[in-house]
């Protein structure tokens, strides 16, 4: 079969999404001047529920697995797709998946957490991050970790895809993280990450993201004031190296 012999264990809606999202990585280079390794390309799972690698209780719509370099995507992403077009995914030229908005979407999402990995990987700083790493960090760092990864990400998604939302420091909760608040965790990390990593991004481009990989988020003391110092240090740093 066609699917088997170009990608043993693939299936023939894995390798149309597979292909759907170098169309999408080619969007994103043009876009943000960022290269994806050309070299290996990440690998395509479908599967029936897809939950969190580091809250395995939380049920998510699609997941980067850092580990094995596979972006899984729920099944019911085939069924929609089979509803709404003929012929269906399996048969499908990838550029109609690619071209649908809200897979566009989701993917550019995705797509930035495999480039900060890669970006990683050659770099010589190993994978970005892996679970098992994740669990031996402390808390501050994990929040830390989650706000740089959460932030690039959406800054991809919305660089490809904006939304005209002001970006401020004013997410983050002015307290430290065991002071119980009101403010929205998932809030901080997408959005509030995006403000920490929008101009180191734009400015800075790989250089920037090479910056914040070598020099971890750790959130110490009230949340907002560590952000806040975080970013400018960034931004000072990388405006008078030359490296
Ligand atoms: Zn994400």
């Known amino acids: ?8 264990g693939h299936t023939a809606e894995e390798v149309v999404i597979s292909n759907a999202l170098v169309i999408i990585e080619k969007q994103i280079e043009a876009k943000t001047g960022f290269r994806f390794n050309t070299n290996s390309h990440v690998q395509v799972s479908l599967l029936h529920e897809l ?14 697995v850092i580990e094995t370099e596979t972006l899984q995507f729920p099944i019911s992403l085939t069924y929609d797709f089979n509803r ?3 012929p269906s995914l399996m ?8 071209n649908n908005p809200s897979f566009n979407d989701l993917a550019c999402h995705e797509l930035g957490h495999v480039l900060m990995d890669q970006v990683s990987r050659r770099n010589g700083l190993g994978p970005f991050f ?7 960090c402390s808390r501050s760092h994990q929040f830390g970790i989650n706000i740089m990864a959460e932030g690039t990400a959406t800054y991809f998604q919305r660089k490809m895809h904006p939304t005209g939302e002001t970006l401020s420091q004013f997410v983050f909760s002015p307290y430290d993280i065991d002071t119980p608040t009101m403010f929205d965790y998932v809030l901080m990390v997408n959005q509030g990450g995006q403000w920490v990593v929008t101009d180191i991004l734009e400015k800075h481009g790989e250089r920037g993201l090479i910056w914040m990989l070598k020099n971890p988020l750790n959130v110490l003391g009230p949340i907002r004031t560590a952000v806040t110092d975080y970013r400018a240090r960034a931004l000072h740093e990388l405006a008078k190296e030359r490296w």
């Open 84 to 86: 709404d077009h003929k």
């Open 130 to 136: 892996t679970v098992d790493y994740f669990n031996l």
């Open 51 to 64: 939950y969190d690698g580091v809250d395995p209780q939380r049920q998510i719509a699609s997941r980067y």
């Open 1 to 8: 079969m066609y699917a088997t012999w170009v990608n043993p």
């Open 91 to 98: 048969n499908s030229d990838p550029r109609v998946l690619a």
